[in-house]
């Protein structure tokens, strides 16, 4: 029934155009395509807007996502920097053990120690020929103190 009520509209339309007299027609026309550029300019800044909005909207979303990215990368940046400064600590306590072994003077302590420039001989301390002790100058069992000549820490 509404295609017959929709056809019967067109019909008294097409009629009523075709007797309206031309000034009217002119109106009508002008009327209409007013109304069409309002249509238009509302369904564009309608569009419009909706871009505008869905654009904003990315634009927050990327920028939260960029500070995540970037708060991240600070937390590896800073554990790869105290990882780092660990093992360089552990590189710096190797080495001052090392320079505590180099530059030891004592002999004594340890003999694991690495011998500095300072315990090396120079000429001067090689023993020669006159500083080797002679025959005559040998303790022998007739020089040597007795078991009861030695003082003890009591007497």
Known sequence: MDKH????AGKVAKTVIKHTPEPIKEKVKDAAAEKIKENVEGHIQNKGKEFTDKLEQGRKNFADKAHEKAGEAKQ???????????????VVEAGESFQRKVSSGDEDK????VKGVRNIKGTSNIKTSRDIKSATKIKSAENMKSSTEIKTMGS
């Open 5 to 8: 009520v929709k056809k019967a």
């Open 76 to 90: 590896i940046a800073q554990d790869a920097l105290l990882s780092a400064r660990e093992k360089v600590g552990k």
């Open 110 to 113: 340890s003999e694991l120690k």
